[in-house]
């Protein structure tokens, strides 16, 4: 157990739907990563918070948006949805600002666009 | 930009047999190498990390691996492999130290299936 939390671990939805997906990371780590993880294209860095404030953004599509709150979950939201978008949506924690340590992952929401 | 690529889609060994799972990267200054193993329907997990030092790491579950600077390489490795070894594996590279955050940029994985 990494200690990440995520929810829903599963969520089936429509083309144009909109939905959220909630990580809690580890106690006590301020950074949180989204990462989108497709058959076709591997893990997709999307976008980091670090103690609430965004700190750098990867591929993450203008459709998507995400958050990290006072109490340091965070959220990322998923709108217009398409096919396209079923992957797995991975959340990762570190704790600090050094560039040494490993991310830590939680199991994953799996969203299916029908 | 970094970059690290697995150049092996699959590996397939008999069990008990060595395990290579080959990694190379690309990176402006020093390498901060990881792996990660991933069992179905589950999250990623770390498995070893090179930051400094010796160039063979020994992480989780028997695991090492072997940094080369000079053939730009991080290949993980398992003495003999075990049936429950049978996963994806990831090898990835943190940021620059002058990049903004510290994420992971991954390869694109390795399959990994040990028969018995």
């Known amino acids: 157990d990494s200690g990440v939390t995520q929810t829903p671990k599963h969520l089936i939805t429509a083309t144009g739907q909109r939905v959220t997906l909630r990580c809690s990371p580890r106690s006590g780590d301020l950074s949180v990563y989204w990462y989108q993880q497709s058959l076709d294209q591997g893990l997709q860095f999307l976008i980091q918070y670090y103690n609430g404030e965004e700190r750098a953004k990867g591929n993450i599509l203008e459709r998507f948006s995400a958050q990290q709150f006072p109490d340091l979950h965070s959220e990322l939201n998923l709108s217009s949805l398409e096919l396209g978008d079923s992957a797995l949506y991975f959340c990762?924690?570190?704790?600090?600002?050094?560039?040494?340590?490993?991310?830590?992952f939680g199991e994953g929401s799996r969203l299916t666009v029908l | 930009a970094q970059s690290v690529a697995q150049p092996e889609d699959q590996v397939n060994v008999a069990e008990g047999n060595p395990l290579t799972v080959k990694c190379t990267y690309s990176?402006?200054?020093?390498?901060?190498l990881f792996w990660y193993v991933q069992y179905p329907n589950r999250g990623l997990q770390f498995l070893l990390k090179y930051i400094t030092g010796d160039n063979l790491v020994k992480g989780s579950y028997g695991f090492e691996a072997e940094f080369n600077k000079s053939q730009t390489s991080f290949h993980l490795k398992k003495p003999s492999a075990l049936v429950s070894d049978s996963a994806l594996y990831f090898c990835a590279v943190r940021d620059t130290p002058e990049a903004a955050g510290n994420k992971l940029t991954f390869g694109g994985g390795t399959r990994v299936l040990v028969k018995p």
């Open positions: 990762a924690s570190s704790g600090t600002r050094t560039t040494t340590g490993e991310l830590f």
């Open positions: 990176v402006s200054g020093n390498p901060y």
